[in-house]
């Protein structure tokens, strides 16, 4: 009855994971969520009031399918400034939520001969895009010991005349890890060589703990072949509102543009005056709300660490850690069963992001120190009770 090529739309899991755990704690069960992947903040008041004040003002109405001018000119600006270089307002268009950025630039772009490469484990949409515009999804494995980074050399024996685009996520989910600017540098330098596209996923550019974020658009020659990812869910916890944007060259922003005409119309109007006032309002929120993920990175990593037959590394961004949990003898898919129901800890399993992701779990550390605490205490509970 279905289309055949719904038959290559994957999904995510952290949603399926969620329901279970709302439907053990509707018999009764605790729960700890540590499963999906949104900050636990309110969204900051500034910009709630920004957006009552705009549906007073009759923002109610539908817009321009690629976004508001004033918002697409605020996020020319703000991206811009964030990455060092001058971004024209008509590349910009702003969509509900960073996810259409994906579904609509994959789909402006790559024909089904085409070869898309992207990390494993990364977030699924990603390998679930490329399969449902019929491209081949080439998956590059993140290791650990390279603390899960894209290696180089992997990505130069990936790309064949047929690559047409790369997918890059830094900080990445799940695994927090974050690209050098040397390897940024060397990447950009093969999509230059093999005229391929650049994916850049950066909807964690200010989820970072140590240095600055770096954007492959900064680099000359890059902004031309780049699609940028962004967008306000995880930085101003805005994950309900629905508000992401892509940057591109004109004919892809054009496109992505006419997709929205397709699909949504426009981005809620009201919504965009909210994000308007996120991007040029006071930052101390999101600052904040860094700096706690920070303390329950810590938490959280040195907790893992102290149970023996699991071993979690310092992620430097993102508010995830992927700690490695083979020692303990099951499969992860198993092991965050067994968390879920005989230990009343959400976790996702490593596999969740992909094959690569296998031998490792997914905990979002999006939850106050307390619970954290009380999740690290039944993680080791359950380890122990294998022991
Ligand atoms: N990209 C990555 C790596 C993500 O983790 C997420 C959300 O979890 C998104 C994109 C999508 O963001 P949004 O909720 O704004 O659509």
Known sequence: MLAKATARLGTETAFEVLAKARALEAEGRSVVHLEIGEPDFDTPPHIVEAAIRALRDGYTHYGPSAGLPEARAA??????????????????????????????????????????????????????????????AVPIALREDNDFNLDVEDLARAITPRTKMLILNSPANPTGGVLSRGDIEAIAALAQKHD?????????????????????????????????????????????????????????????????????????????????????????????????FKRRRDLIVDGLNAIPGISCRR??????????????????????????????????????????????????????????????????????ARR
């Open 75 to 136: 996020v020319a600006d703000y991206a811009g400034r964030m990455r060092g270089i001058t971004i024209p307002a008509e590349h910009v268009v702003i969509m509900p939520g960073a996810k259409p950025v994906l579904f609509f630039g994959i789909l402006s772009l790559v024909n089904p001969e085409d070869e898309v490469i992207y990390p494993n484990p990364a977030f699924p949409i990603y390998e679930s895009v490329i399969n449902y515009a019929g491209a081949r």
């Open 315 to 384: 992620p430097r961004g993102a508010f995830y850690v992927f700690p490695n949990v083979t020692q303990l003898g099951m499969k992860s898919a198993a092991c965050a069963d067994g968390l879920l129901r005989e230990a009343g800890v959400a976790s996702l399993a490593g596999t969740a992001f992909g094959a690569h992701g296998e031998g490792y779990l997914r905990f979002s550390y999006a939850n106050s120190q307390a619970n954290i605490r009380e999740a690290l205490s039944r993680v080791a509970r359950f380890v122990e």
């Open 196 to 292: 391929f596209w650049v994916l850049a996923d950066e909807i964690y550019a200010r989820i970072l703990y140590e240095g600055e974020h770096f954007s492959i658009m900064s680099l000359p020659g890059m902004p031309e072949r780049t699609i940028l990812l962004d967008g306000h869910s995880k930085t101003w916890a805005m994950t309900g509102w629905r508000l992401g944007y892509g940057i591109a060259p004109l004919p892809v922003a054009q496109m992505m543009s006419r997709f929205m005409t397709n699909c949504n119309s426009c981005t809620a109007s009201f919504v965009q005056k909210a994000g308007i006032a996120a991007l040029q309002g006071s930052q101390s929120d999101a600052e904040a709300m860094v700096a706690e």
